[in-house]
């Protein structure tokens, strides 16, 4: 099978963790047996070639990292663009996040299911996993250990051409945190975290508190 992958972040190649996730998700793939050609909408100049491959392709995967509960502006800014095709086209999503639990990755996912049939394709499925904020800051050790995992999600697209067996499904991890780490968490975003952001925010000039509401 022959892959056509875009990546949808709107961070470029060097930056983005999609890219990084991409890189472990394409050995696997690679190890199954299947090819594939690879483009960043980042890379606005490359928005000719990628809508033609749309056009000559039809086994798509569309990886993106969730910005703001949905998919980045930009990539729907391309989409749009994009003329819907026939049913003989498949696409599958990579869909990716900072924080870790699926739940909040749902929206999202619901959205590429609709957005498939509107872009006129089969729906594959959409490989949902989070908890991926720092692949780029990593070490390469680090970042092995995050992205490997993708690695084994490759190997079972080459096969199946689909994200919908359970093995896929499992790779989410927690949909919900418990409730004692839920608690955790809270209390670090209202200290220790509220703390390094009001940090970062002097560092690049900012002189108002972080919760200033001008229009409130
Ligand atoms: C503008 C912006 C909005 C984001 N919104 C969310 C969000 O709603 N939920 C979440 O879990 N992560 C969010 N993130 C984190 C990204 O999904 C995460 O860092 C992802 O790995 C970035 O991939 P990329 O480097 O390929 O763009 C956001 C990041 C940015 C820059």
Redesign the pocket.
């Known amino acids: 099978m022959h892959v056509l992958i875009i990546n949808g972040?709107?961070?470029v190649k060097k930056?983005?963790?999609?890219?990084k996730i991409l890189a472990k998700f394409t050995e696997g793939l690679t190890e199954g047996g299947s090819t594939f050609e690879q483009y960043e909408v980042s890379d606005r100049g490359c928005w000719d070639t990628i809508r033609d491959a749309f056009g000559k392709n039809t086994n798509i995967l569309i990886a993106l990292?969730?910005?703001?509960?949905c998919i980045p502006g930009l990539l729907m800014e391309f989409l749009e663009t994009l003329t819907p095709k026939n049913k003989d086209t498949s696409i599958a999503y990579i869909l990716?996040?900072?924080?870790a639990e699926g739940v909040?990755l749902r929206c999202g996912e619901a959205y590429l299911k609709i957005l498939t049939e509107k872009l006129g394709c089969n729906y594959a499925g959409t490989l949902v996993k989070?908890d991926?904020?720092s692949?780029?800051f990593f070490n390469e050790d680090q970042r092995d250990k995050v992205t490997t995992p993708y690695m084994e999600m490759g190997r079972i697209f080459a096969k199946k051409g689909d994200f919908e067996s359970e093995e896929c499904k499992k790779f989410t991890g927690p949909e919900i945190f418990p409730l004692g780490v839920r608690i955790m968490v809270g209390l670090v975003f209202k200290t220790f975290a509220k703390k390094s952001f009001k940090q970062v925010a002097a560092e690049w000039g900012c002189t108002k508190p972080l919760d200033y509401r001008p229009y409130k």
Request: charged share 15%.
């Open positions: 972040s709107p961070r930056y983005s963790n999609t890219d990292p969730l910005y703001v509960e990716q996040s900072g924080f909040q989070g991926n904020f692949i780029r």
